[in-house]
């Protein structure tokens, strides 16, 4: 049975940092992994994904902030984040098994987490 469980979400003051993490089992190392996240009222976008080649495509909203990593040898997905703001409050979710080539692109994946609230205040 595949799971995704994300952590490391919390509150924090623009400029500060978080690492979330997804702990993967069940499935494939092999797999594409990603990084999305919701915010109220708005559609699920894509943050960042590692493909199987190890491309690191990253939304243009977070490039130069944002770093995404994987541990195969903990099945563990990461991301750092850094200069955390405002508009970085949203739900972030860690999905794998991507069908396509479209890593950023949500209809691609075959699996989700449940998700890690991420609130940036000013």
């Known amino acids: 049975q595949v799971q995704l469980v994300e952590s490391g979400g919390g509150s924090v003051q623009t400029g500060g940092s978080l690492r979330l993490s997804c702990v993967a089992s069940?499935?494939?190392?092999?797999?594409?992994m990603a990084w999305f996240r919701q915010a109220p009222g708005k559609g699920r976008e894509g943050v960042a994904a590692?493909?199987?080649?190890?491309?690191?495509p990253y939304a243009d909203a977070v490039k130069g902030r944002f770093t995404i990593s994987k541990d195969n040898a903990k099945n563990t997905l990461y991301l750092q984040m850094n200069s955390l703001q405002p508009e970085d409050t949203a739900l972030y979710y860690c999905?794998?098994?991507?069908?396509?080539?479209?890593?950023?692109?949500?209809?691609?994946?075959?699996?989700w987490g449940q998700g890690t609230q991420v609130t940036v205040s000013s």
């Open positions: 069940g499935f494939s190392r092999a797999y594409t």
């Open positions: 999905a794998a098994r991507a069908l396509a080539t479209r890593l950023l692109d949500p209809g691609t994946y075959s699996y």
């Open positions: 590692i493909g199987g080649a190890g491309t690191t």
